[in-house]
C-alpha cells in the first residue's frame, strides 16, 4: 500500500522518529528505548515511513539502520515554500499596519 507523505508526517512519533535519525542512523531497537512503546510498534512507524521514502533502510550486519532520506524531506520543503512565501507576505503586512498604527498614535 503507498501512503502519503503527508499522512505520514501527521504523526508525532513518526516526527520524533525523524528527528531522531536527522543526525545519525539508528537501530529499531535504539529508537524504541526513546519512546513509552513497543518495539513493534516503532516498527510499524518505521514501515510507513520507508513506503513513504522519509527514511531508508542500510543493512550492516545483522542490523538494520535507519536514516532520514534527505532528498524526500526536500520535495516537502519545496511544497511548503509556496505557503512560507504566503505567510511571510501576510506577515510583512502586519506589520506595516501596526506601524501606522504606531505612527497614529504620536
Not at 510498534?41 to 518505521?46: A, G, Q, R, T
Not at 522519509?54 to 520535495?75: A, T
Not at 505557503?83 to 499596519?97: G, P, S, T
Amino acid at each position: 500500500m503507498r501512503r502519503d507523505v503527508f499522512q505520514a508526517i501527521a504523526d508525532p512519533t513518526r516526527r520524533a522518529i525523524m528527528v531522531l535519525i536527522a543526525l545519525q542512523a539508528m537501530t529499531p531497537n535504539a529508537i524504541a528505548e526513546h519512546f513509552d512503546t513497543t518495539r513493534q510498534s516503532v516498527s510499524k512507524h518505521l514501515q510507513i515511513l520507508t513506503e513513504c521514502e522519509l527514511v531508508k533502510q542500510e543493512q550492516q550486519g545483522r542490523e538494520i539502520y535507519y536514516s532520514l532520506e534527505i532528498k524526500k524531506m526536500k520535495e516537502v520543503d519545496i511544497w511548503l515554500e509556496q505557503f512560507r512565501k504566503i505567510w511571510e507576505a501576510r506577515f510583512n503586512q502586519l506589520d506595516d499596519v501596526l506601524l501606522t498604527l504606531k505612527n497614529k498614535k504620536k
